[in-house]
Antibody
Framework: QVQLVESGGGVVQPGRSLRLSCAASGFTFRNYGMHWVRQAPGKGLEWVAVIWYDGSNKYYADSVKGRFTFSRDNSKNTLYLQMDSLRAEDTAVYYC?????????????WGQGTLVTVSS | QSVLTQPPSVSGAPGQRVTISCTGSSSNIGAGYDVHWYQQLPGTAPKLLIYGNTNRPSGVPGRFSGSKSGTSASLAITGLQAEDEADYYCQSYDSSLSGSIFGGGTKLTVL
């Protein structure tokens, strides 16, 4: 069965960096685009970024553009989200999700999420 | 403030029918982009409920249905059950933002 397992969350000071990972299994990872979606505590869902199946294209929400970098290693079935210059407003649960039907994407599988807290 | 507008809350008694609206604009729903819906039970990750405006993934009960017209979409839930109490989100694509967008979410309370 499809599994997406995020890791790497934690508490980090403003201005510092953190790298999230997402390990995928149960499907042919290299055939699918993938996204990160986040949810601040008690708030709604916010799309963060997408990466194409082969890593050739990436698009970011304006709120993270220039600070976050999305990458993937298809040999390891793993996604990475490098988050630099973190701000308090980046505090959220980060979900990796599988894409269907890009660009009219819908997300058919979600990980359990990893919590990032940006605080001094 | 979300690009897609949903009512913050709706409620209904068991067995009743409720609808949740999702209003967009000419750069997203009105441009013909599909609308998708997710259900998020307390403390869990969201789950795909409706994709491509009207389609239900395998395992989603027929009590859930979606529709779309113009710059809006709706999720309808019939035969309301206590287990339907959750947050519901609509999602689409926005051409001016070049990315996916979500509604602000609607909390469904089963009375």
């Amino acid at each position: 069965q499809v599994q997406l397992v995020e890791s790497g969350g934690g508490v980090v000071q403003p201005g510092r960096s953190l790298r999230l990972s997402c390990a995928a299994s149960g499907f042919t990872f290299r055939n699918y685009g993938m996204h990160w979606v986040r949810q601040a505590p008690g708030k709604g869902l916010e799309w963060v970024a997408v990466i194409w199946y082969d890593g050739s294209n990436k698009y970011y929400a304006d709120s993270v553009k220039g600070r976050f970098t999305f990458s993937r290693d298809n040999s390891k079935n793993t996604l990475y989200l490098q988050m630099d210059s973190l701000r308090a407003e980046d505090t959220a649960v980060y979900y990796c999700v599988r894409d269907r039907q890009y660009p009219q994407s819908y997300f058919d599988y979600w990980g359990q999420g990893t919590l990032v807290t940006v605080s001094s | 403030q979300s690009v897609l507008t949903q009512p913050p809350s709706v409620s209904g008694a068991p067995g009743q029918r409720v609808t949740i609206s999702c209003t967009g604009s000419s750069s997203n729903i009105g441009a013909g982009y599909d609308v998708h819906w997710y259900q998020q039970l307390p403390g869990t990750a969201p789950k795909l409920l409706i994709y491509g405006n009207t389609n239900r993934p395998s395992g989603v009960p027929g009590r859930f249905s979606g529709s779309k017209s113009g710059t809006s979409a709706s999720l309808a839930i019939t035969g309301l059950q206590a287990e339907d109490e959750a947050d519901y989100y609509c999602q689409s694509y926005d051409s001016s933002l070049s990315g996916s967008i979500f509604g602000g979410g609607t909390k469904l309370t089963v009375l």
